[in-house]
């Protein structure tokens, strides 16, 4: 076994979204940053391997992209430029959300649209400019080194079987939803973090078209209708004049994997626009499948001897249901946290002292709220089993309204978008000015 000693290091393990966000954000502060990737690099715009969710629709909501751009100054026109789609969120989608029909009107939210390989090559394109981001590629991280509760390094196995240690001030575990920290914790023994987890049991099938014509020209989203209606389904332009199709389901026994069952499912949706936009186009790759059993969060903040300068960010501290798409959006606003927190020690990580237990608090500031939102849907799925949020049929019958009341009302709408894409709290849906706004809406809509 041999050893590697330096000084101001940061490691990353794993170079996904979460792990590529915040090693720009540890370039400002140490010498050298590693990422430590198991997969080989990424040559072509395709989804890798170990990240099997980018063959599917990736949606990047606002506040995510306000990050992106605040940590890469100009990548958003860039990747419009490249060809990413930028729409309107509520004239350019079509939206059906518990049996009506959202209001379209120009919002002014923006968002662009793109597949997950073409947002992350772009990410990875800055990154080899940063001359302190160094990668190793086809290497996999087996273990954290600890020294009187402090991370000091990790241990490496390259593909050819070589074990080493590699030496770093801050280690920062990115490895996604697989995470291995909650072992290599329990075997130093430093106990096992408090998880909360909640089973959905989801399912993703999707594939790309070419040249799709939806007939309103822009995207088409049909939410499941819980509890009577568990399916649901996508179109969204993306890149290359190419159209994602997703489908998905909460608790069904046999979901879509090849072509016929594919477009059989469309015709069960509650409506009928993506059957009728995809009956006779030419998909361009096969349907992939992915299965999302269940919704996971640690609270390492609430741990006794978890080592300082050992930060868990991304999927592997929590994973939220896909379909709120708000995974890379968090990932991108922990590591501004992780930002904010290291400007206040003088861009010193050197001294990690408490600096696990204050960012963790602040990631799971940032969790709650995308947490309670998806919580608050799908527990509204009679397969929806754990730990339910404080309030939840409170929350749910009001949320209902508000659902109804975009269907009519484009403050209450625009306010709901705002939510969602995690740029106001929920909270504001409650102001007394939005619930005399909600309740007339929903009078006028006979809805009870
Ligand atoms: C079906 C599906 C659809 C989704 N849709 C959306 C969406 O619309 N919008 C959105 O914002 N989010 C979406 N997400 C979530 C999003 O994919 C993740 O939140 C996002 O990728 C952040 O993940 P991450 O970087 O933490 O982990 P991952 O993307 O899972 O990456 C982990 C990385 O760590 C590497 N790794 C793992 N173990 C090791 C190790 N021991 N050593 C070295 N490297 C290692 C892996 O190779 C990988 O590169 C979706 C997820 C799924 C499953």
Redesign the pocket.
Known sequence: MSKTVTKNKAII???????KLAARVLSDFAEEVII????PKCEQRLP?T??P?GF??????KS?EEALEELFPGIVDELIADGAVPSDFASELSWYHHGSWKVQFKSGVSIIQQS?PFLEEHIQRRLELIPNIFFQYE???KGVVVKENRAIGVTLTTKNGNISDLFADIVVD?????S?TPRWLKELGLGVPPKTEVKVDLF?SSRKYCSLSPKNGGSLLIYPNPPIQNLGGAISKIENNEWMVTLLGYGVKHPPFNDEQFINYTKQLDDQGIFETIKDADPVTPVSF?R?PSLSRYHYENMKHFPDGLIV????FSRIN?VF???????ALEALALKKELSKREGNPGNPKHLSKKIHRRFSRITDIPWLIALSEDFRFKTTSGKKPFGLPFLQWYVKKVVKACSRNTEVYGQFIHVLHLKAHPITLFSPKMMLKIFASVKKSNYI
Do not use: N
């Open positions: 393990i794993g170079g996904s979204i979460a792990g430590v990737e198991k997969d890798r170990s990240v969710q599917h629709g990736h949606a990047l909501l995510g997950r290497t996999k991280v990115a490895s996604g939803a697989g291995a993703y992915y999302f960010i991304g999927d592997a896909p798409a708000q995974g890379m959006s968090i990932a």
